[in-house]
């Protein structure tokens, strides 16, 4: 499995932005596909926006498209997920999760249980 550390999460205000990322070690990370999921508390986890591994493909939650952009950089083992235009509704804390699926593939996946690597997680709070 590879091994995954999100960061970037902070305090911002309401329509500041945030970039957060994600970096993977252990394996060739060109050959997984990411998501990032957020969940607040006393919610269930959901979904925000997924990835390809070649970088080719993106999906959205309709609560997110037009503001949040996810982007990768296999050379660096990294994902980011710029956040635009914060809405105190976005408070969560943000997960990034890998799935391997070989290289080249345009498949993304936008539910958990797909998952079987995560990182910590990183807190993101917008203040109204």
């Known amino acids: 499995q590879v091994q995954l550390v999100e960061s970037g999460g902070r305090l911002v205000e309401a329509g500041g932005s945030l970039r957060l990322s994600c970096t993977a070690s252990?394996?060739?990370?060109?050959?997984?596909?990411v998501t990032w999921f957020r969940q607040a508390p006393g919610k269930v986890r959901d979904f925000v926006a997924a990835?390809?591994?070649?970088?080719?493909?993106?999906k959205y939650a309709d609560s997110v498209k037009g503001r949040f952009t996810f982007s990768r950089d296999n050379a660096k083992n990294a994902v980011y997920l710029q956040m635009n235009s914060l809405k105190p509704e976005d408070t969560a804390v943000y997960y990034c999760?890998?799935?391997?699926?070989?290289?080249?593939?345009?498949?993304?996946?936008?539910?958990?249980?797909?998952?079987?690597?995560w990182g910590q997680g990183t807190q993101v709070t917008v203040s109204s």
């Open positions: 999760a890998a799935r391997w699926v070989g290289l080249e593939l345009p498949v993304v996946f936008t539910t958990p249980t797909a998952f079987g690597s």
């Open positions: 252990g394996r060739t990370f060109s050959n997984y596909a």
């Open positions: 990835i390809s591994s070649s970088g080719g493909n993106t």
